[in-house]
């Protein structure tokens, strides 16, 4: 690891403030396995969870629900799970890339790339993505809990506090 990105690192916020959104249009708060996953993961890594919410995969219910947290000063983070296959009624990347100011590329290479690593070609069909609304950093994942602990473990985690800093400069 480079001098300049453990300085970043080291400068990076503690107090993270994240909102975890699980886009589905079955899921409850029983069986949400995906959305309690990440939320878990995120509070092991010493992330605060400012909200959690499971929404219809509506573009008429999630693009103003996104707006409100990307002005809401409470919260640095918006993570969502669900919604970003290639069925007519996932909408997540649709809605979430309209809404990105500054795309984070890097991000959806990075989790098809070590998905094709567990589950090969079938990888492809991912449509996550990330960037920035405003100041507020958005990532999506798909609602699996192995996507999920994939896309937390490996890329979210490690970087979420360093992407916050970068955000508010």
Do not use: N, W
């Not at 409100?68 to 890339?97: H, I, K, M, N, P």
Request: proline share 4%; with cysteine.
């Amino acid at each position: 690891m480079s001098q300049t990105v453990r300085e970043h690192r080291a400068s990076s916020p503690e107090g993270v403030r994240c909102t975890v959104i699980t886009v589905s249009d079955t899921r409850t708060e029983a069986t949400d396995t995906g959305g309690q996953l990440l939320h878990d993961l995120l509070v092991a890594a010493g992330y605060e969870i400012a909200r959690r919410q499971i929404i219809r995969d509506d573009p008429l219910t999630m693009r103003p629900l996104l707006e409100a947290l990307r002005d809401d000063a409470q919260v640095d983070a918006v993570l969502l799970t669900g919604g970003t296959g290639l069925s007519s009624r996932d909408q997540t990347f649709e809605t979430v890339s309209a809404l990105v100011t500054k795309p984070l590329s890097g991000y959806g290479e990075l989790f098809r790339m070590l998905s094709y690593q567990e589950i090969g070609a079938a990888a492809m069909l991912s449509r996550a993505v990330g960037g920035l609304m405003g100041r507020t950093v958005v990532l999506t994942m798909p609602g699996s809990p192995a996507a999920v602990r994939l896309a937390v473990e490996r890329l979210i985690a490690p970087e979420l506090r360093h992407l916050v800093r970068e955000a508010r400069r």
